[in-house]
């Protein structure tokens, strides 16, 4: 695997020599895996003129969910900075000193992050090497994350079945009565039991009137007969993240509105989904979506976007979005998550990860494969 992240260091050096810079600074912790491997608490990495040097403030533990630094990466690590003491290259802040090494390897130039880094640390790193002249790296290794490889997309697949296993288990159970903190608590339990890092992101059970509602926090409302009942989550696997959503009805007979709802949904989710193939602009996968739930009039109960990109963090580029630009390419996974909420009644919502795959090659790749079928619980 090393050799994975040599080339993906290479490709960002390419972009940094182009640019006319003579080294780099990462600092986003999930760029810093991406490129390292491993991004251990306050650490930094830096592509310098003659190596490539992972700063860390204490050695690397060895936890298999945190990933272990490349072997030819060379790590350094700080040393506590006493009272009184200089800001010099083995000291302090990862970042900082970072700075320092690339100054005493001859660069006269850096490029930062400085989307992700704070005006005090970038004050500081001008303060410790005030003869290194400092441009903005930019996006560019979010970019380069956009587009996954297989082994990439295998962490996503395996952490997309754990959910389905911890959402499975937990629809056998006795959901009446119980309250969306503690459903969600043992969601993210079950997680972690079948082998997930932990959750993607906190997980969130919606019930009754809050049914629907994206990024909803749980509450101690109770599971009552008749209500809809929104659950999303997502497991982490070796540092990678997907989504499921799924909408079900607690009770034997679902309401004639539930069932209209949910229909429509899943047909505009359906849409969505079928619009992904490489080539495909970001606002046209939204609006295939979108229109679909704006021709039933829902159009001010829609969320900003109908999907996301996925990958180290749960909410990468590309942004399916009206205003979105760009288009997809192969391999690039994203979700595709309609839902419409109605003040006071509840909603649906349908979340789905799924890799962009050429038509040649079957299309998109479904990962998150459990039944949509609008269930009773």
């Given at each position: 695997m090393s050799e994975v992240y040599a080339t993906r260091r290479s490709r960002l050096?390419?972009?940094?020599?182009?640019?006319?810079?003579?080294?780099?600074?990462?600092?986003?912790?999930?760029?810093?895996?991406?490129?390292?491997?491993?991004?251990?608490?306050?650490?930094?990495?830096?592509?310098?003129?003659?190596?490539?040097?992972?700063?860390?403030?204490?050695?690397?533990?060895?936890?298999?969910?945190?990933?272990?630094?490349?072997?030819?990466?060379?790590?350094?690590?700080?040393?506590p900075n006493a009272a009184g003491a200089g800001m010099g290259p083995g000291t302090g802040d990862a970042a900082v000193a970072a700075a320092g090494l690339a100054v005493a390897q001859a660069a006269d130039s850096l490029a930062v992050e400085e989307h992700h880094l704070t005006v005090t640390r970038h004050r500081a790193i001008a303060s410790v090497a005030p003869g290194l002249r400092l441009?903005?790296?930019?996006?560019?290794?979010?970019?380069?994350?956009?587009?996954?490889?297989?082994?990439?997309?295998?962490?996503?697949?395996?952490?997309?079945?754990?959910?389905?296993?911890?959402?499975?288990?937990?629809?056998?159970?006795?959901?009446?009565?119980?309250?969306?903190?503690?459903?969600?608590?043992?969601?993210?339990?079950?997680?972690?039991?079948?082998?997930?890092?932990?959750?993607?992101?906190?997980?969130?059970?919606?019930?009754?009137?809050?049914?629907?509602?994206?990024?909803?926090?749980?509450?101690?409302?109770?599971?009552?007969?008749?209500?809809?009942?929104?659950?999303?989550?997502?497991?982490?696997?070796?540092?990678?993240?997907?989504?499921?959503?799924?909408?079900?009805?607690?009770?034997?007979?679902?309401?004639?509105?539930?069932?209209?709802?949910?229909?429509?949904?899943?047909?505009?989710?359906?849409?969505?989904?079928?619009?992904?193939?490489?080539?495909?602009?970001?606002?046209?996968?939204?609006r295939a979506a979108r229109q679909v739930l704006d021709s039933a009039g829902y159009a001010e109960a829609l969320p900003p976007l109908t999907g996301h990109g996925v990958g180290l963090e749960i909410d990468e580029d590309p942004q399916l979005a009206p205003a979105a630009m760009g288009k997809l390419d192969a391999c690039v996974p994203v979700t595709v998550e309609p839902g419409v909420h109605l003040p006071g009644r509840g909603g649906v919502r349908i979340d789905d990860t799924l890799v962009v795959r050429p038509e040649a090659d079957g299309g998109p790749e479904l990962l998150t494969i459990t039944t949509k079928e609008l269930l009773a619980l």
């Open positions: 050096r390419d972009h940094v020599t182009a640019a006319g810079t003579a080294a780099a600074l990462i600092t986003r912790p999930a760029n810093v895996r991406y490129l390292a491997a491993a991004a251990p608490q306050g650490s930094a990495l830096l592509l310098g003129k003659r190596e490539d040097i992972l700063v860390c403030a204490g050695p690397p533990e060895e936890r298999p969910y945190e990933g272990r630094p490349d072997d030819n990466l060379r790590v350094h690590v700080l040393v441009g903005d790296l930019g996006g560019a290794v979010e970019q380069l994350r956009v587009v996954k490889d297989e082994e990439e997309i295998s962490c996503l697949r395996i952490g997309a079945e754990i959910a389905y296993q911890a959402l499975g288990e937990l629809l056998e159970s006795i959901l009446v009565g119980r309250t969306e903190r503690h459903l969600a608590l043992e969601l993210e339990r079950r997680l972690v039991d079948h082998g997930a890092d932990g959750p993607a992101f906190p997980t969130s059970v919606a019930t009754g009137p809050n049914s629907g509602r994206r990024g909803h926090r749980p509450t101690d409302r109770r599971v009552e007969e008749g209500d809809f009942l929104t659950v999303c989550l997502g497991a982490t696997y070796r540092g990678y993240r997907c989504e499921i959503g799924r909408t079900f009805v607690i009770g034997t007979s679902p309401a004639d509105w539930q069932i209209e709802l949910y229909d429509l949904v899943f047909a505009a989710q359906r849409a969505g989904r079928e619009f992904l193939a490489p080539g495909a602009a970001y606002r046209d996968v939204d």
